[in-house]
């Protein structure tokens, strides 16, 4: 058997405060796990914060640190209803500080402490499981003469104060109804409880690297699809290029994929490409981030040729009123717009008051797949989306033999009928941005996926805490994975 330390925290032990034990009641048929939660914070801090605050959402605690331990044996409870394991399973917890400013704060983050490999009769060898999973797997306490927790979890506890979403913080309610401006804590709890018990990889993403020499069970079912190789076999330099493919790593488990057709919407954002121009794009559906503003897609979609808007105008790309000859160019034909010196809507409407049918902004940097078009204006009626910088680039490769008023260059911006999350095989999509995202990628759903999923990278206010199919594919993949 092989055993390895993820982290260096397991010696910190010392600094517990209080075991809040929690048992899954008896009448659970299928399914128990028994959760413990390690309070790591010290007197007055965190779980043991002593601040008188008001019930909420059916959490009776009367201090933040008791509503605290609620929530966490709340979302405890919830995975042991759904999980089986003879041993108990102990997470550390603790609030700190993690990162933050007033746009964007790290909520919590989780992890196994500890992986394990290739003891008797472990399902798949040579192969890392996450200390709790081979612990169930194994029957008993794997590690009887150094037993320790299976998980470490830390949780922001400066949320909601200056410098940190000052205008946000935690709801400690357990019913998932926070207001707009708060983070519902279950959600997160529930999410990164997941993380500890095995919804990683402990595979370097951004290198390719295997952890200690071996791949991780996240990696016997995560597939490159523009090679078909799964990560467990692809060389460093295939993993770590897959784990930038925006839409091309996929999870090939069968209860997910299985779970997917009952859970994802059917109908997806993109720009179709065909034309007698379109060269190597004929055929290609681009990835396409919608807009907030202008015409819903459609199934049907917008189609026409695509025209490049090729001078600028008020010092930036449709800036200003369009130059005659941009404008005649655009005019019943889709507008194709660089990013930048100003917003999305000023452009858009620019193209839009020179007859343009339809706007693909291209990209000015590398972000893939492509986010949002923000902004409101409510009388921009065309639809419009965001293009990846190396799909514009492609497409003016394209356009560089059209006339003035044509390109032979056809786009169509539509819903397209696959699932929203999956690829045209119904594998259901692993986050695989470019830029690496150190700590999320590879290890979350992608962000695609809808209705939103409890394992995405962001938190969304829509959660229900279900983890199970029609709503959420989390215990699917656990199943997958030997849970
Ligand atoms: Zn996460």
Redesign the pocket.
């Known amino acids: 058997m092989r055993a390895s330390n993820l982290r260096a925290v397991i010696g910190a032990l010392a600094a517990v405060a209080a075991v809040a034990s929690v048992a899954v009641p008896t009448g659970v048929a299928n399914a128990a796990a028994t959760i413990i939660i390690n309070n790591l914070n010290g007197p007055g801090v965190g779980f043991n914060d002593p601040t008188p605050v008001a019930p909420v959402g059916g959490n009776t605690g009367t201090t933040l640190g008791e509503q605290r331990l609620i929530a966490f044996t709340y979302a405890a409870n919830i995975w042991g209803a759904n999980l089986t394991s003879s041993v108990p399973i102990v997470v550390n917890a603790q609030f700190t500080a993690l990162s933050c400013n007033e746009s964007g704060a790290v909520l919590g983050s989780a992890g196994a402490t500890r992986v394990y490999s290739d003891w008797p009769g472990v399902p798949k060898s040579g192969t890392w499981y996450p200390y709790a999973l081979a612990n169930k797997l194994f029957g008993a306490e794997i590690n009887s003469a150094d037993p320790g927790p299976q998980i470490d979890s830390r949780f922001n506890v400066n949320l909601g104060t200056p410098g940190c979403l000052s205008a946000s913080g935690w709801y400690y309610g357990l019913d998932s109804n926070e207001p707009a401006n708060r983070i519902d804590f279950v959600a997160v709890l529930q ?1 990164e409880m997941a ?1 500890g018990l095995g919804f990683q990889t402990f595979t370097d993403g951004s290198t390719g690297e295997f952890f200690v020499g071996q791949p991780s069970i996240w990696d016997h079912y995560l597939l490159d699809a523009t090679n078909n190789v799964l990560w467990k076999d692809a060389t460093n330099a295939q993993r770590a290029a897959s784990a930038l493919s925006a839409d091309k790593l996929v999870w090939t488990g069968a209860n997910v994929n299985t779970g997917a057709i009952s859970t994802l919407r059917i109908g997806v954002p993109g720009v179709g490409i065909s034309g007698p121009a379109s060269g190597p794009l004929n055929g290609a559906t681009l990835l396409a981030g919608e807009a907030s503003f202008g015409a819903v897609l459609t199934p049907v979609g917008v189609a026409a040729d695509v025209m490049p808007v090729v001078t600028p105008t008020a010092g930036g790309p449709a800036c200003g009123p369009l130059t005659p000859n941009d404008a005649r160019a655009v005019k019943g034909r889709i507008a194709l717009i660089d990013r930048g010196v100003c917003s999305f809507i000023v452009k858009v409407k620019n193209a839009q008051n020179a007859g343009a049918i339809g706007v693909l902004i291209a990209d000015n940097v590398v972000d893939s797949p492509p986010p949002g078009l923000g902004g409101s204006d409510p009388t921009i009626v065309i639809p419009a989306v965001r293009i990846t910088k190396a799909d514009g680039d492609a497409l003016k490769v394209q356009l560089r033999t059209r006339s003035r008023t044509a390109s032979g260059v056809v786009a169509r911006l539509a819903q397209f009928a696959t699932q929203a999350g999956a690829d045209a095989l119904g594998r259901v999509k692993m986050f695989a941005p470019n830029p690496f995202q150190p700590g ?1 990628s590879v ?2 759903f992608d962000r695609s996926a809808a209705p939103n999923l409890l ?1 995405e ?1 962001s938190i969304n206010g829509d959660l229900t805490q279900a983890v199970s199919p029609p709503v959420d594919l989390t215990l699917p993949l656990f199943q997958d994975i030997g849970w």
């Open positions: 999410h993380h999320s290890s979350h394992m990278p």
